[in-house]
């Protein structure tokens, strides 16, 4: 009997994942507190101890607004607009993670799969527990650099079998596996020169193509133009860079591929919503606890009914 076709996918996959923890905390939270509409460059895992999560996520266009149940955990994948507010605290605190799952590179794992935005009771309770140790790992810093990295892989791994365990494969994975082996070297050429100036000529001549049909081929694969994609993996960055790093505005967009630093606040305010310093902002503000809710309210994107899922139209 042949593997399924889903499997051969899925093993290769496994063959280029990367695990990457990019931050990490237990944090305080007071009724009320909100991270403001955001977008992350990583997978959010967030667990409310002693509190319950309203979270409201925009795709389409549309708002849809979930609330976890007490000790339940939310999980909003990469690139996904969305704000998380805490409600019916008790000296509650959120238990968080944000994490990368590279493959072939520079693709992110949940570009093939739907990951739902409530997690289940039965995950709830080790995700926020492997988030809570992530954090105690992390601030060891290099101390026991080896044995500390070896087990932050370990934990990056078991938060991963536990969202999988609740997403769904994307039917496009098949356009992917189609094309991916030609672009595997592309992608990850992006991925080690993000910083350099990158046209889609040069893109082409690395997959042997002629940059007409390599646009076409990208695009088929990856579901964007090649320069789009290019953007969208400098742009996810430089939001890592600007709430892990003290660098400059200037110095994240130069590291970034964008040397003219209006160009780069512009842009970054264009495709996430918010400037880079207020996007520093508000990162820095929800790590610390620092800065009650008042980032906007649920009447700004329509009527609230107080139902536990509820949708409505974006107002422009």
Same mark, same amino acid.
């Given at each position: 009997m042949g593997v399924p076709e889903t499997a051969r996918f899925e093993a290769r996959l496994v063959e280029s994942l990367t695990v990457e923890v990019e931050t990490a905390g237990v944090t305080p939270v007071p009724n009320g507190h909100s991270t403001g509409w955001r977008i992350l460059p990583a997978l959010l895992v967030t667990q409310g101890r002693s509190c319950r999560l309203r979270v409201d996520v %925009? +795709? &389409?266009a549309r708002v849809q607004t979930v609330e976890t149940r007490p000790g339940g955990a939310v999980l909003i994948a990469p690139g996904v607009r969305h704000r998380v507010e805490v409600f019916e605290s008790r000296e509650g605190a959120s238990w968080w993670s944000h994490l990368n799952f590279r493959v072939?590179? $520079?693709?992110s794992l949940f570009d093939f799969y739907d990951v739902p935005d409530l997690a289940s009771r039965a995950t709830s309770p080790e995700l926020g527990d492997g988030s809570a140790r992530l954090s105690q790992l992390l601030a060891k810093g290099d101390d026991g650099a080896l044995a500390v990295r070896i087990e932050i892989q370990e934990i990056g791994l078991r938060l991963l079998r536990l969202v999988l365990s609740q997403a769904t494969l994307r039917p496009s994975y098949q356009a992917f596996e189609e094309g991916a082996a030609r672009l595997a070297p592309v992608l990850a050429f992006i991925q080690q020169h993000v910083q350099e100036p990158l046209? +889609?000529?040069? !893109? &082409? %001549?690395r997959a042997h193509m002629s @940059? $007409? +049909?390599?646009?076409?081929a990208f695009r088929r694969v990856l579901g964007v @133009?090649? !320069?789009?994609y290019v953007a969208r993996i400098r742009l996810r960055r430089a939001q890592q860079m600007l709430v892990t790093t003290d660098h400059t505005v200037a110095e994240v967009g130069e590291a970034c591929g964008y040397p003219d630093a209006f160009h780069f606040s512009r842009l970054f305010k264009r495709e996430i919503g918010i400037g880079p310093r207020a996007y520093r902002k508000q990162g820095l503000a929800w790590f610390s606890c620092s800065s009650p809710a008042g980032h906007g309210s649920v009447d700004d994107y329509g009527d609230d009914d107080g139902g536990r899922i509820r949708n409505s139209p974006r107002y422009p």
């Open positions: %925009e +795709r &389409a072939l590179g $520079s693709v046209t +889609r000529d040069d !893109l &082409a %001549e @940059p $007409s +049909r390599f646009h076409v @133009p090649p !320069l789009q």
